[in-house]
């Protein structure tokens, strides 16, 4: 039978099942610091994140997903929406005991349940000396109640001594099933530029960081405290049951000159006290687990909105948006407050259920054992020990009442992850499909660089962006890419380097080059400056004089001396000091194709000249794609093409030599215009 509801997918995914997922085998033989996501990974590391996802899921293809039932309601849909999340949940989750999971979890597992089961046996010890210690005092045995009294001290000590043990495991496998899991959706969420794509498609993965963080703490550590839980009280509710069925007996009671026998009266009213406070815990806690979702939303929602605040801290303050910012915190914080405050309403109702039968659970075994105590078929210690035994079985029974709120938090938790992992599913389904159409990335022929072959870039709902696009790049040359803003030229710099999958046609490099790529908003990760410039690669990659020598000829001499100093360079350097930043990081790597995405845009004229002059002067042989808007540097530039924006996408619509020379035979000059008609139209030479 199909399921109700199997999850909701992003736009981009297709309803079959995927295929098992093909490694291609690498390409080159040099490591490179940047190359596009379906050839090989970019660097060491890269290849570390994608080895960690292939050992832990193996080759399996992500779970299928259907669509919901047509037929069900909103609200049904809804309810099989969440039961497919759980479900999700656990398909990644139980791996960790699969064969690809941790070598210590099933030790781990099995070493937990031999020390329940031994504790329960402890307990049962102390119980029987809760009894022979109240008959001894009954019948003042002195002698008993020294010995007793002595007995007390191994029971206590084994019984410590297994529950800080129990702990130990617990705890043990608790940390090392969230590092297993963590490292699993990490990688996946790293493969092949997912953490970016998520941004461009829909689905309910809003806050990853949030989710990969709290959210998947509370999904890995509530459940094994649960399944403990539930079995020591099965264990407890077993042994203890049978214990109060033998010392309590049956009861009997006059009414209307009729006496009526209750067998195991203790048992039955265990079982009856426990009913009637998990029925009350169910009845009042019903929205328990709505409200949890929403609370750790917006927990979620306002530490985004506070990290925001922080990495835009400059421009805010140079703007003077204090008061706005502050406006929109309040009103995230609002909603904070108000699912505390709904919450609240529910842990006060719970807690009076929770308070009222911890309070009456010790006093009404004594009560029910008075007559029998009186009459003398009982004795103290039988008395006592049948409160012991009855305090056990309700907490048994009584466990769903204490552990509600964190039941429904863990649902919350869990559907939160699951619906990360739904979204990965999806972009993972959509790499391994041809339904919307891949961009294929390949291999070049020849001395050619780079080559996009009928490359038609679109959005993940199929609209088209960039249209059928056909470009041939060779050694050496030099090209600017023009054209107004919103033309889809940082589009198509995206689908070269691999971050946007979705279009048709195909991306070629050269086997044996290495590829860098050079954003208008270079990364500065945390660390030393020395860190900054290496990046991506490690940064003892190079001495400290190669890289004092790189920020010298990008004009940033002045920060030599503070190289192996950790500050918030993200928040020091200004934008043109970023971007020479990223320039200084070219002439270390010395890749062989440089793409620049606006690389220059917060420079002044004068700096960009002398930026463009060292790159070409220190990298005389380098390819070079350029992606700008200024007129300026045609002046360091051999070739120039030009997009258009056109209501069915944008086209190239202009290929032009911007320095004369001589053409060799058999290289590829092809400037698509429109749909093909002229695909071999010759470049023409600019005027200088």
């Known amino acids: 039978m199909q399921p109700a509801y199997a999850g909701v997918r992003p736009k981009l995914s297709g309803p ?5 997922p093909q490694r291609q085998k690498p390409r080159g033989q040099k490591p490179r610091e940047y190359e596009p996501r379906d050839k090989k990974p970019r660097n060491k590391k890269a290849s570390a994140v994608e080895a960690a996802a292939s050992e832990i899921v193996g080759e399996a293809p992500p779970p299928e997903a259907v669509e919901p039932d047509p037929k069900l309601t909103p609200e049904e849909a809804e309810q099989a929406r969440k039961k497919y999340l759980l479900r999700r949940f656990w398909i990644s989750g139980r791996g960790y005991w699969g ?6 979890a099933w030790p781990l597992t099995i070493g937990l349940l031999i020390l329940i089961c031994v504790n329960v046996g402890f307990q049962y010890g102390i119980n029987v000396w809760n009894r022979a210690i109240f008959d001894a005092i009954e019948k003042r045995d002195a002698h008993t109640v020294y010995f007793l009294s002595a007995v007390f001290i191994p029971l206590v000590l ?13 705890m043990t496998m608790q940390r090392r099933w969230r590092s297993w899991l ?14 970016y794509q998520l941004n461009l498609v829909q689905g309910d993965h809003q806050n990853p960081e949030a989710r990969l963080s709290e959210d998947l703490r509370v999904a890995t550590e509530a459940p094994v405290d649960f399944v403990a839980g539930v079995i020591v009280a099965t264990l407890s509710a077993s042994t203890f049951i049978v214990v109060l069925w033998t010392i309590g007996g049956a009861l009997s009671v006059s009414l209307g000159g009729s006496t009526f026998t209750v067998p195991g009266f203790l048992v039955i009213t265990a079982v009856i006290y426990a009913a009637i406070t998990s029925t009350s815990m169910f009845v009042i806690g019903r929205d328990f687990v709505r409200l949890s979702e929403e609370k750790n939303q917006t927990e979620a929602e306002f530490r985004y909105v506070l990290t925001r605040v922080r990495e835009n801290g400059e421009s805010i303050a140079l703007l003077g948006g204090e008061e706005e910012e502050r406006s929109g915190i309040d009103k995230t914080f609002a909603g904070v407050l108000k699912r505390w405050a709904q919450l609240t309403g529910q842990h006060m109702r719970t807690a009076l259920v929770s308070q009222g039968s911890s309070l009456f659970a010790p006093v009404v075994p004594v009560l029910l054992c008075a007559p029998k105590f009186l009459d003398g078929s009982m004795s103290l210690g039988q008395v006592m020990q049948a409160a012991s035994a009855f305090a056990i079985v309700q907490g048994a029974f009584g466990w769903l ?23 990965l599913d999806g972009l993972e389904r959509a790499e391994q499909s041809d339904e919307l159409g891949r961009i294929q990335h390949g291999e070049t022929k020849g001395d050619t660089m780079l080559s996009l072959d009928n490359l038609s870039v679109t959005l993940d709902d199929g609209t088209s962006v960039v249209k059928e696009t056909e470009v041939g790049v060779e050694a050496g040359e030099r090209v600017l890419v023009s054209g107004e803003s919103g033309s889809g030229k940082s589009t198509l710099v995206r689908a070269i380097a691999g971050l946007w999958p979705w279009g048709s046609g195909g991306v ?12 208008q908003r270079p990364y500065i990760p945390s660390g030393t400056l020395r860190r900054v410039v290496a990046y991506p690669a490690a940064a003892d990659n190079w001495k400290l004089e190669q890289i004092k020598a790189a920020l010298d000829k990008v004009g940033l001499g002045h920060l030599t001396g503070r190289i192996k100093e950790e500050a918030p360079w993200d928040q020091t350097l200004s934008g043109g000091e970023k971007q020479r930043v990223a320039f200084a990081r070219l002439l270390l790597h010395r890749p062989d194709i440089v ?18 002059q060292t790159v070409i002067r220190e990298l005389p042989e380098v390819t070079i794609v350029s992606v700008a808007h200024r007129a300026e540097l045609e002046a360091f530039h051999t070739r120039k093409i030009t997009l258009e924006r056109h209501k069915g996408g944008a086209k190239l619509v202009g290929d032009i030599d911007l320095v004369p020379r001589k053409r060799k035979r058999g290289l590829l000059q092809r400037a698509l215009w429109g749909s093909g008609t002229r695909a071999e139209k010759p470049r023409k030479t600019a005027k200088r």
């Not at 079959?16 to 098992?20: E, M």
């Not at 084994?158 to 617990?170: A, D, E, P």
Request: aromatic share 8%; glycine share 4%.
């Open 16 to 20: 079959g099942q995927a295929a098992k």
């Open 99 to 104: 064969r690809h999971g941790d070598k210590l």
């Open 158 to 170: 084994g019984s410590i001594s297994l529950v800080v043990t129990q702990v130990y495991l617990r």
């Open 182 to 195: 963590t490292t699993l959706v990490i990688a996946r969420w790293l493969a092949n530029g997912r953490y």
């Open 401 to 423: 009442v204490d552990n509600y709120p964190r039941l429904a938090d863990w649902n919350a938790s869990a559907r939160r992850i699951a619906s990360l992992m739904m979204s």
């Open 508 to 519: 070629n490099f050269h086997p044996d080059k290495r590829l860098f790529m050079l954003p």
């Open 595 to 612: 793409v620049l995405d606006e690389a220059t845009s917060a420079l002044d004229e004068k700096s960009q000249d002398q930026m463009m």
